[in-house]
């Protein structure tokens, strides 16, 4: 390989460390003995601790992570089909349709919540519901379901056309033959969709600012109101347990990638040498 | 291994569902919506609530009676108790969007202060019962703009980049109509237009417009000089004892922020409970040491352990509360003036 | 004859069963999507009486000022994450792939904290009193600033002394806020579409003598368009219609679009009708956008991200 430009590298080296000092300095405060977020006096926990009997941040993590997982998981479901449905569809029905679905990836998100709101007022007002946790969550499907399907779609394209046709002739029914060869042919991207749709929800703050009403908030919502008043370094210390768990997740997901990737090298290795 | 994960996966979708479930579909707890300003109570009397009642409450903040209106009026909302200042409880009554107080229910309001019983704003006492009241007045850091005595010292370009202003469109315009010796409740347009153009001149000395993150500000030094409530003064003064605070030379806004029901409110009864409750002797003074405002009840002056200098902000002379204006509710025509101006202020 | 016939009829069966997999979806997208955007139109053209009107529209130019500073910040915003955002997803992909991988974790990492988070961390490090201006303090900058500035002014007795620079409440500091934000977002779809590149393709043109400069602007630029256009979309869009970063780093006196908006629905200005003229009129800036990067690069159909 050609030697790296040497300005690629320090540019690259600058942006690293401009993505990381504010989340460090974060995480040094988070343990600061008094409540400034500038002037270092000292270690403690104490943030934590408040953080931990905060009720308000606790039930809000909670919505969170329950919204987040039912969301991610019936998009996936719904989009999954969805796909299947819309790759199966002939071209001037397809692409209008996909049009329509890329609008939630395309508007700004203060749009799509302030649409989904007058939506939701309205509807509630005739039908006589709040916004709560019901319209959260459907919220957060409809900004979910397409990246679902921009994820599964080239998925679909990749399969051999024969696919269907072979299992079939092999004795499987049409039922089967989607659940048991398609779904798992293309199982990677309802995965990658999945967890798209899931980071996109956790760290959603717009569209459930102005769907979720005032009997539930989402982790975001609370981090929002904490800034607009008296700003407790509890922000700090939930930076750094997010961080913390991100990280964690991050390596383990390296670590397994590593382990496949030499597992499969070494799969061809011995095929190779046979 | 597969079926392992398929296992764990529904087990989880299954336990969260039901959780969402149970969420949502409650039997009949004992619940109580409350929508308050920010740090404008003390949350240990919330959990002595609901020790003395059964009664949970859920407790949200807004950061100005404008963004209070407006989150109400936009919908879906189930609030039954909120906290408005008294030009907004009057804006609410006429716009039908309370429900009238039971006064068997609320025995605590025979010690209401008889000043405060049948206000202006809301002359039968049938839909609110006050919660604390109190002036606004300059609050500021000696060491950096000097003695301060007029509402002019926000105004002056000697203190640029230090100023902090008020992120709401009465109390800004309250403040620069009353240093151009207007009403702040004028309706002339030539008046409101010239307070306007005042505002909007401070606007290349200002810091930045703030309501509740004017404490870190001003208690850090990151600031030196804002406007805001006397109560708040005296919180920040715990944090920053160098900070003064002055009601200026040319009289100021005398405010009351009262408890009051929403109309259609599902726990009618919780509320007048709750209302009761922070209006009694003992809760109304821990509450008022801890805020910092002045309590409505008569019996809490005497009960109160302050300091004299903090009794004197929090009961000001009668020298004092003759310079003071309340707000009244404007024609609706000026509200949306006071709109139209505070955007194009914002831009 | 006939069992082709057959055949053919129940593969189209087939097709159709297929087809109705998406039913659900579509009639959720009619109901979730759709009639929620029609309801933005609808607001937009009422007034509060409820009769047909333009009015929302007529105090459109007051707001020019807004719409100014919205789009010229998210350019600004957009063109530096161009900037900084190709050469190091060049110089990312440049590395071996263990190298990259790691890399390229390390970049979506801020992603994954909370958005808000990210943003409030800047203002300890921008603030007056902020972390920033305390260690230029501690440098002696301020000194040395104030000592030329007294030297060369004019009266002695009248020149103020600085302790800080004003970083926090600017239009600088909204930026920041935005490059911060969505830097990664720029990064990570120019360097998925440069890794796709054949690499006999740059063998070959350095085969036939190109220099690499020339290698750069003929071969690897033109062939990674589509994900600069990406990255330049997930860029803009979310800059011209934030409204978090400019409260929190723009104090309330940068006010943007989503601030515009945000203040007629939830905010101290309630006025549904008109916050749904200024979405209308957003959205169709956005739209424009689009359009006009449509017509720079190709089809649509890419997975987003990851």
């Known amino acids: 390989m050609k030697k790296r430009p040497f300005g690629g590298s320090f540019l690259t080296a600058l942006t690293f460390i401009f993505l990381y000092l504010p989340i460090i300095v974060l995480i040094v405060f988070s343990f600061n003995s008094t409540k400034s977020r500038t002037v270092w006096s000292g270690f403690t926990l104490d943030w934590y601790r408040e953080l931990f009997s905060d009720s308000t941040f606790l039930s809000s993590l909670e919505i969170t992570l329950l919204v987040s997982v039912l969301a991610s998981f019936i998009a996936a479901v719904i989009g999954t089909f969805a796909a299947i449905g819309f790759f199966n569809m002939k071209k001037n029905w397809r692409s209008p349709l996909l049009a329509v679905n890329n609008i939630p990836v395309i508007n700004a998100d203060i749009i799509t919540g302030v649409s989904l709101s007058l939506l939701f007022v309205s509807a509630g007002a005739v039908l006589g519901f709040d916004l709560g946790f019901g319209t959260l969550l459907i919220a957060h499907i409809s900004f979910n379901i397409p990246y679902v399907i921009l994820s599964v779609m080239p998925k679909l394209y990749q399969l051999d056309r024969n696919l269907f046709e072979a299992a079939q002739d092999l004795g499987c029914t049409w039922f089967q033959t989607i659940y048991k060869v398609i779904i798992p042919e293309i199982m990677p991207g309802i995965i990658n969709g999945l967890l798209i749709a899931f980071t996109m929800s956790v760290d959603d703050f717009v569209i459930s600012y102005f769907t979720a009403g005032s009997s539930v908030q989402t982790m975001s919502m609370t981090i929002y109101s904490m800034t607009r008043r008296r700003i407790s370094p509890e922000i700090n210390a939930i930076s750094t347990l997010l961080f913390a768990v991100v990280l964690v997740l991050l390596i383990i997901v390296n670590i397994r990638e590593a382990r496949q990737e030499k597992a499969a090298e070494k799969k061809e290795k011995l095929l190779k040498g046979n | ?271 007048e409970a709750f209302i009761n409750f922070m209006n009694s002797t003992e809760v109304s003074a821990k509450n008022s040491e801890f805020i910092g405002y002045t309590s409505p009840n008569v019996e809490v002056r005497d009960v109160l352990e302050l300091s004299e200098d903090a009794k004197a902000v929090m009961y000001p002379s009668d020298e004092v509360l003759s310079k003071c204006e309340a707000f009244t509710n404007l024609p609706q025509k000026t509200l949306d003036y006071y709109d139209s101006i505070w955007i194009k202020l914002k831009s | 004859m006939s069992s082709a016939v057959n055949e053919s009829l129940s593969a189209l069966s087939s097709r159709h069963r297929k087809q109705a997999f998406a039913y659900p979806y579509v009639l959720w997208m009619a109901l979730f999507v759709v009639i929620p955007i029609v309801l933005v139109a609808v607001y937009a053209f009422t007034s509060v009486g409820g009769g047909f009107t333009l009015s929302n529209f007529y105090n459109m130019p007051e707001y020019t000022a807004v719409f100014g500073r919205s789009l010229w910040l998210a350019f600004v915003a957009t063109v530096v994450c161009l900037i900084v955002g190709y050469p190091v997803a060049l110089a990312i992909s440049r590395t071996n792939p263990r190298t990259q991988r790691i890399l390229m974790l390390m970049l979506m990492l801020p992603m994954w904290i909370n958005f808000l988070l990210r943003t409030y961390a800047w203002m300890s490090l921008l603030e007056n009193t902020g972390l920033i201006n305390r260690a230029l303090g501690a440098l002696g900058v301020f000194d040395l ?149 449509n017509k720079f690069g190709e089809g649509e159909e890419q997975a987003v991200v990851m």
């Open chain 2, 1 to 271: 291994m597969k079926k392992a994960i398929t296992v764990v996966v529904s087990a989880a979708l299954i336990l969260c569902l039901f959780a969402g479930c149970g969420g949502k579909s409650e039997g009949p707890k004992k619940v109580l919506n409350v929508y308050n300003w920010g740090e404008y109570i003390d949350k240990d009397l919330l959990e002595q609530f609901e020790e003395e009642t059964g009664i949970k409450v859920n407790y949200k903040n807004y950061e100005s009676n404008e963004q209070m209106y407006s989150v109400l009026k936009q919908g879906g909302v189930s609030y039954d108790v909120v906290i408005p200042s008294d030009y907004m409880v009057a804006r609410m009554i006429d716009e039908d969007m309370l429900e009238p107080l039971n006064l068997d229910n609320i025995p605590s309001y025979s010690l209401i202060n008889d000043k405060l019983k049948n206000p202006v704003y809301d002359p039968e006492n049938k839909y609110s019962i006050p919660y604390m009241w109190g002036t606004v007045g300059i609050i500021y850091d000696p060491a950096k703009v000097g003695e301060v005595t007029s509402w002019g010292a926000l105004f002056d370009k000697a203190n640029a980049g230090q100023i902090l202003m008020f992120d709401n469109s009465r109390d800004a315009m309250g403040i620069a109509l009353k240093y151009l010796g207007h009403s702040p409740n004028t309706t002339d347009e030539a008046e409101l237009n010239e307070a306007f153009e005042l505002l909007k001149q401070q606007k290349s000395i200002l810091q930045g417009y703030v309501m509740d993150q004017i404490f870190e500000k001003l208690e850090s030094g990151e600031a030196a000089i804002g406007p805001y409530y006397a109560g708040d003064y005296l919180t920040m003064l715990e944090n920053n004892p160098s900070l003064k605070f002055c009601i200026p030379e040319e009289g100021t806004n005398i405010f009351v922020d009262a408890m009051c029901i929403l109309k259609g409110a599902q726990n009618k009864e919780n509320a």
């Open chain 3, 145 to 293: 600033i104030n000592s030329i500035g007294l030297a060369r002014s004019a009266s002695p007795s009248q020149y103020v002394p600085i302790d800080h620079f004003q970083l926090i409440n600017t239009g600088g500091a909204v930026v920041l806020g935005m490059v911060y934000n969505y830097l990664p977002f720029m990064i990570l779809p120019i360097h998925s579409v440069i890794i796709k590149i054949d690499h006999s393709v740059i063998e070959a043109a350095q085969d036939l003598g190109a220099s690499r400069g020339i290698v750069f602007r003929k071969v690897i630029f033109p062939l990674s368009i589509s994900g600069v256009i990406s990255g330049i979309t997930m860029v803009f869009v979310p800059s011209v219609s934030t409204f978090v970063i400019s409260k929190l780093l723009g104090g309330g006196t940068n006010m943007l679009l989503g601030d515009l908006i945000e203040m007629q629905f939830l905010g101290s200005a309630y006025n549904p009708h008109l916050g749904s003229a200024i979405s209308l009129i957003m959205m169709a800036i956005v739209i424009i956008c689009m359009g006009v990067m």
